[in-house]
C-alpha cells in the first residue's frame, strides 16, 4: 500500500491534496486487481489467425440469466470493459455473463472485419450493445458505415436462424441527437436483410430497440445494467459459435449498397410527399371553406404526375440492384402514389359536397325571390320554375367539368345524377317548406295591417248658431237645447244671472245683452 510521509515544509493545504491522491492511487489499485481477478476472459475467436478457440459458451460459464453482448469499433475508445480489437471473447462475473467482439470494419477482408464475428456474438445473446459509435457516423448516419455493416451481419443471423424471441438491441451514442433517425437507420438495414433473406417478420417482433447516451463510465454502467436486467428475464442460449462464425462470410458484403439504395428510396418518398402534402394542404384550406379549387382535376393529375417522375429519377439507381431492393422501391413508389392519389379522392368528394350545397342554396333563394309574386297554384309555380332548374343543373355540370380525374375514376357521371334529383325535390317540396310558408305569413301580415285610404273627394258647407238668453235674475235658472239637420246645427241656452254682480262686474259694470248670437260656417 502507499507509504504517507509528512514534510514540515508543507503547508496543511498541500498535505490534505497529497493525503487524498494516495487515497485514490489506493483505492484504484484495489478496483482492478478485483476486478481482474473477477473478469477471467475467455478466448472464443482468435481474430489474428482466424481460427476458433471454442465452439460454443460451456453452459457451466453461463449465469442463470441471459447473455449480454458488447460489440465495440475497432480503433474507436469505449466507456465498456476493454475488449481485444481481434477476439471475440466471454466472461463471466457477479453473476453477469458478458461477450464482447469487435463490429465489422470498412477495410479488411477477415471474418471479424465482415463482422461475422459480431453476428455470431449477437445469436448467442438476450440483450446486444452497439458501442463505439461517433459523432461523424450519427451526422452522415449508418449507411455504408462500419456499424451499418455489423447491424447487417446481425440482422441476417437472427432471420436465418429462425429464432423468435425476442432480443433487446441498445445503440449508444455519444451525445444528444435525433434517436428517432438512428432508429430509422436501424429499420431500414433490417429491411433490406430481411428483403434479402425473403423474410416477412417484422423488426419489432425481433427486437426492443432503443438508443442511449453514453458519455462517460457512468452511463456504460448504466446501459450494462439495463441490458443485464433485460437478459435476465430471458432463457439462457446454447447456440455454437462456430456455426454462425463461418456461415456470415459471403452474405454480408453486398448489403450496405443494398441499404443505402433503400435508404434512398425512403429519402425520396419523404422529400416527394411533403411536396405534394403542402400543395394538397393549400386545397384543403380551400375547401375547408366551402370553396372549390380552381382546374382542380387538371392540376391534381398534374401533381401525381411530377409527384411520381421525381421519385422515378431520385431512385433510379435503385432499379438496377438485386430483385429485393428493386421490390422495396416498387413498394415505396406504390405507397406514396397511394398516399397522394387518396388524399386526391377525398378533396374530390369535399369540393363535390360543397357544389351541392351552394347550388342547392342559390337554387332555393331563387325560388323564393319569386314565390308568392302570383297566386296560380303550386302546378304553375312547378312550370314556370321548370326552366330555373336546368340552368341550375348546367352550371353545376360546367363545375363538375373541372373536377373530374378520369385517370382516377373521378367522373361526374354519378354526382350529376344525384344533384339533379335533389334539385327536382328541391322544387317540389319548396312551397310546402318553411321558407315559403313564413313568406306567406308576412305577406298576410302585410295586407291586414295595410290602412285603407279614401276613394272619393267633396266640399260640404253647413251653419252652426249658437245663441244666449240671459234675463234678469241671479243664476237660479239654467238650460241648454240643441238641433241637426244636415251639416246645419243650433244650439239655444237660457241663464237668468243678468242682476248677478259677479256678471256686471264681467261685462264691466253694465248689465249682460239679453241676446247673445254666434253664427259658425
Known amino acids: 500500500s502507499p507509504q504517507i510521509t509528512f ?19 489506493a483505492f484504484l489499485c484495489l478496483t482492478q486487481s478485483s476486478m481482474v481477478s473477477a473478469a ?29 453482448a458488447v460489440l465495440t469499433s475497432p480503433g474507436t475508445p469505449s466507456f465498456f470493459d476493454e475488449t481485444n480489437d481481434s477476439n471475440v471473447s466471454f466472461h463471466s462475473y457477479n453473476g453477469l455473463s458478458v461477450i464482447t467482439s469487435p463490429g465489422a470494419t470498412l477495410s479488411g477482408s477477415s471474418l471479424l472485419s465482415k463482422g461475422n464475428g459480431a453476428a455470431a456474438a449477437a445469436s448467442v445473446s438476450a440483450s446486444i450493445i452497439v458501442s463505439g459509435i461517433t459523432e461523424s457516423d450519427v451526422e452522415i448516419g449508418f449507411d455504408e458505415t ?73 452511463d456504460a454502467e448504466r446501459v450494462m445494467n439495463v441490458a443485464s436486467e433485460a437478459a435476465s428475464k430471458s432463457e439462457v442460449k446454447s447456440r455454437e459459435i462456430e456455426q454462425i462464425y463461418s456461415n456470415e462470410n459471403s452474405s454480408a458484403e453486398a448489403s450496405p449498397s443494398a441499404t443505402a439504395a433503400m435508404l434512398a428510396c425512403d429519402e425520396s418518398y419523404s422529400k416527394n410527399y411533403k411536396t405534394a402534402r403542402a400543395k394538397l394542404t393549400a386545397w384543403k384550406s380551400r375547401t375547408a371553406r366551402g370553396l372549390t379549387v380552381d382546374n382542380f382535376g387538371t392540376s391534381a393529375a398534374q401533381l401525381i404526375k411530377r409527384t411520381m417522375e421525381l421519385y422515378d429519377r431520385d431512385t433510379i439507381s435503385a432499379a438496377g440492384i438485386a430483385g429485393s431492393v428493386a421490390s422495396y422501391r416498387l413498394s415505396s413508389r406504390s405507397k406514396l402514389e397511394g398516399r397522394v392519389e387518396n388524399a386526391i379522392r377525398e378533396l374530390f368528394q369535399a369540393q363535390v359536397e360543397n357544389l351541392e350545397k351552394s347550388t342547392l342554396k342559390k337554387f332555393n333563394a331563387m325560388l323564393l325571390r319569386k314565390h308568392g309574386k302570383d297566386n296560380e297554384g303550386k302546378e304553375a309555380f312547378y312550370n314556370d320554375n ?55 305569413m308576412k305577406q298576410v301580415t302585410k295586407a291586414v295591417n295595410k290602412q285603407k285610404q279614401p276613394t272619393e273627394r267633396k266640399v260640404d258647407l253647413g251653419l252652426d248658431l249658437v245663441a244666449m238668453v240671459r234675463p234678469d235674475g241671479f243664476g237660479n235658472l239654467q238650460g241648454f237645447g240643441g238641433y241637426q239637420l244636415g251639416g246645419n246645427n243650433i244650439i239655444v241656452g237660457i241663464h237668468n244671472d243678468a242682476d248677478s254682480p259677479d256678471v256686471i262686474a264681467q261685462f264691466g259694470g253694465k248689465r249682460p245683452p239679453f241676446l247673445r248670437v254666434q253664427p259658425k260656417l
Open 146 to 218: 462500419r456499424h451499418g455493416k455489423t447491424l447487417t451481419g446481425i440482422f441476417k443471423a437472427k432471420i436465418s436462424s429462425g429464432d423468435e424471441e425476442k432480443v433487446t438491441l441498445i445503440i449508444t451514442v455519444p451525445l444528444e441527437v435525433d434517436k428517432e433517425k438512428i432508429v430509422a437507420d436501424a429499420k431500414a438495414i433490417y429491411e433490406s436483410a430481411k428483403a434479402e433473406a425473403e423474410s416477412d417478420v417484422d423488426f419489432e417482433s425481433l427486437y426492443d430497440l432503443s438508443v442511449e447516451v453514453v458519455s462517460s463510465a457512468s
Open 40 to 68: 477471467s476472459p475467455l478466448t472464443l475467436i482468435d481474430g489474428a489467425s482466424g481460427s476458433i478457440k471454442q465452439s460454443s459458451i460451456p453452459q457451466s460459464a453461463v449465469g442463470s440469466g441471459g447473455i449480454v
Open 386 to 440: 321548370a326552366s330555373a332548374v336546368t340552368s341550375a343543373l348546367f352550371l353545376c355540370d360546367a363545375a363538375l367539368d373541372e373536377l373530374e380525374i378520369p385517370s382516377l375514376s373521378l367522373t361526374k357521371a354519378k354526382a350529376s345524377q344525384e344533384m339533379s334529383s335533389k334539385v327536382n325535390t328541391a322544387l317540389l317540396t319548396f312551397p310546402d317548406s318553411p321558407a315559403a310558408k313564413l313568406k306567406d
Open 7 to 25: 514534510n514540515p515544509v508543507e503547508t496543511i493545504k498541500q498535505k490534505m491534496a497529497r493525503i487524498k491522491s494516495a487515497a485514490l492511487a
